[in-house]
């Protein structure tokens, strides 16, 4: 499968700059990673618009400009080993693994992690481990974590995701109680507690708790 055209993939990268994502190399990042590879079926020729998608076992991918966002708050350096919370298409994983040493993956739905890590193994992205799991629990065996990324909203930050949490460590992930408010936030965890900003406003699927029911 062939990438956009360079037209194509200049607009769509000077979309998600235009949005607020300025850092230099998330824009790279953004760039040398083909959104289309994450989007199938009837969707595919609408991979490279600045909008969420529907994909599979009732999910979205994410708006290009809100992963752009999400990354950048996390302010990662190439030392970094991240988790991140709702594998999805897997297309915010293939970003942070442009920018980290290492990043692990989960998520409750066992179809998308295979289709995700398809994808990953055809672009030869090596530091990401993906693996089917209640995301909402972390992933303790490989805690602590540098930087946290959570792709689903819950109520409230989930204390089993802010215990894995490095210390000088960030967690970016979006609270609401609704699907129609809700808030992405960054998290530091600082020696006195936690720090918390408010990004911007975003809608994003709810966090479950189990194993989702597809095979």
């Keep these: 499968m062939s990438g956009p055209d360079a037209q194509t993939k200049m607009q769509f990268v000077y979309s998600v700059r235009s949005r607020g994502v300025t850092d230099q190399k998330v824009l790279e990042a953004i760039e040398d990673v083909d959104r289309g590879l994450f989007v199938r079926g009837i969707f ?4 490279y618009e600045d909008v969420p998608l529907p994909i599979a076992c009732g999910q979205t991918i994410s708006q290009p400009s809100v992963v752009g966002m999400m990354t950048q708050a996390l302010q990662m350096s190439p030392r970094d080993t991240v988790l991140e919370v709702g594998t999805g298409s897997g297309y915010q994983a293939a970003i942070l693994s442009k920018l980290a ?22 672009l030869q992205l090596a530091n990401v481990t993906s693996l089917v799991g209640d995301g909402s629990h972390g992933l303790s065996e490989q805690a602590p974590f540098d930087r946290i ?14 215990a894995q949490l490095k210390p000088g460590g960030i967690m970016v992930l979006p609270v609401g109680q609704s699907d129609h408010v809700q808030s992405l936030i960054r998290v530091r965890k600082t020696d006195d507690g936690l720090d918390y900003d408010e990004l911007r406003p975003v809608r994003f699927v709810p966090l479950l708790e189990g194993l989702g029911k597809d095979t």
């Design 101 to 122: 040493r290492r990043v692990y993956t989960i998520d409750r739905h066992a179809r998308l992690v295979r289709e995700a890590r398809a994808v990953f193994d055809q």
């Design 44 to 47: 595919a020729d609408r991979a």
């Design 149 to 162: 990324i959570v792709t689903a909203a819950a109520e409230d930050p989930p204390g089993p995701l802010l």
